[in-house]
């Protein structure tokens, strides 16, 4: 009795180490849309020389976030990131990332493939914002999650403020976001290209 509670004890503080994947993020019927942050882990890289690679093989530096939402304002450290995806399904599930600061520079998402490889997906601000694979004034990623657990990679490396809040949604969830988000995007975006052509024809008047 006294060696089962001993294997309990150092296998619930193990548990507990640094640097252990957090709980993950349960795909099931009953996910919507929820703030993520709690369920991450953070690497600081201050001088940014830490690959993909190397990353997945450290343990004890990776740090357990305690919030919804990363404050870690203007920094030169590239910061990697971590979480894992649990789907419960049978099938796989698509479930959408949403990182809402859209200011940041360069985002890496390295996500799991069925081959034990992973697939490098590169976003940013300094990337053509066309060229998003969903069109969005925030970073918005398709996850297409195979059952089992499956952990996901991030990089990013900004000269603005780092500053922002992961939020995870079901397809349903999305797609009610987009028909009530996009609209009104577009109403924006279309007043902003009318504001810069009256700008330009201004100009031209007065010159």
Do not use: C
């Not at 993520?36 to 690679?53: K, M, P």
């Not at 490396?157 to 780092?162: F, H, V, Y």
């Amino acid at each position: 009795m006294k060696k089962i509670i001993a294997a309990v004890f150092f296998f619930t503080l193990f548990l507990s180490l640094p640097g252990y994947p957090r709980d993950p993020v349960i795909i099931d019927d009953s996910l919507t849309s929820f703030d993520i942050g709690t369920h991450f882990q953070y690497l600081e890289d201050r001088d940014g020389t830490i690959s993909f690679a190397q990353a997945r093989k450290i343990n004890t530096r990776w740090v357990d976030s305690e919030k919804d939402s990363f404050n870690f304002g203007f920094t030169r450290s590239v910061y990697l990131m971590r979480f894992t995806l649990d789907n419960r399904h049978t099938v796989n599930k698509a479930v959408y990332l949403e990182i809402d600061y859209p200011m940041i520079d360069y985002i890496d998402f390295y996500l799991p493939r069925n081959d034990r490889q992973y697939r490098h997906i590169a976003m940013g601000d300094h990337y053509p914002f066309y060229d998003r694979t969903i069109i969005d004034r925030n970073f918005i990623l398709e996850l297409d999650t195979a059952p089992g657990s499956h952990t996901v990679y991030m990089r990013f490396k900004t000269t603005s403020s780092l500053n922002f809040k992961p939020m995870l949604w079901s397809a349903d969830e999305f797609i009610k976001r987009e028909n009530t988000v996009l609209p009104i995007f577009w109403i924006y975006f279309g007043l902003m290209m009318i504001d810069r052509k009256s700008t330009r024809l201004n100009s031209s008047h007065v010159s």
